[in-house]
């Protein structure tokens, strides 16, 4: 199991005021996100924990192209992986991102 951190500043705040996001599931090539709106508005926090280990330089690509897209400030992301590809990441990753602009009700 392996356990990487990318911690990156954002563009601009996340909108929305949704507190937190949840989509995916931990299944054989997919992954689980979620997301927290708990941080200083320019920050994004990613955090993962995989069984694939030795993808870190991936990941980190994946993860600066996604919040140079999304700019999603102030959000900390918790990834549950399940042996996801980059495209299933990217998308699940902008999945929560596009929750996380909802306002709470």
Request: with cysteine; proline share 3%.
């Given at each position: ?25 931990v299944?054989s ?26 993808f870190g330089?991936?990941?980190?690509a994946?993860i ?19 042996g ?22």
């Amino acid at each position: 199991m392996e356990d990487l951190s990318y911690r990156h500043i954002a563009r601009q705040r996340a909108g929305g005021t949704r507190k937190i996001a949840v989509i995916g599931v931990v299944a054989s090539g997919n992954l689980e996100v979620l997301a927290e709106r708990n941080l200083p508005d320019a920050e994004c926090l990613v955090e993962i924990k995989t069984a694939a280990e030795g993808f870190g330089e991936v990941w980190n690509a994946v993860i600066a192209d996604f919040v140079e897209r999304h700019s999603p400030g102030g959000v900390r992301f918790s990834i549950n992986d399940g042996g996801a590809r980059p495209d299933t990441v990217s998308l699940r990753l902008a999945q929560a991102a596009r929750l996380m602009q909802e306002d709470d009700q």
